[in-house]
């Protein structure tokens, strides 16, 4: 059973990106373009405040009819996130993403984000330990 620990020493995760509360949500967006993910860690000095993504900007600002450009950031994040630890298996995360209806987790130490975990991420290990398991090549994935 692989853990989160396993997961950001591996090449499947990426460094956490992270924006400022008071950002406006069009650079967040432009942000997450640029790096090709769905969500930011939102931190004031290094720690963890809330996350945002590209769903919160559809249901907050779209369907609100809100715009990007004068809308902050702190306006539509999810404050208190569900995090995680390095300790955490990633069945684990699986069920608390279920539970909360949540495609992405902070992984947190003493209050600092120190990277992310997405459900790509989590289903991609879970495939990946399956071939493992089955002795089929692993190349199939890649």
Known sequence: MHHVSDLLDSDVTRE????????????????????NIGALLVQIDGFLVGIVSERDYVRKVILDTHTSKTTRVSEIMTREPVTVTRDDTVVHCIALMRKHHVRHLPVVEQGKAIGIISLRDLFLDVIHEKFEQSGVEEEVLD
């Open 16 to 35: 956490a990106v992270w924006v400022d509360p008071l950002a406006c949500v069009y650079d967040a967006l432009k942000m997450m373009n640029e790096q």
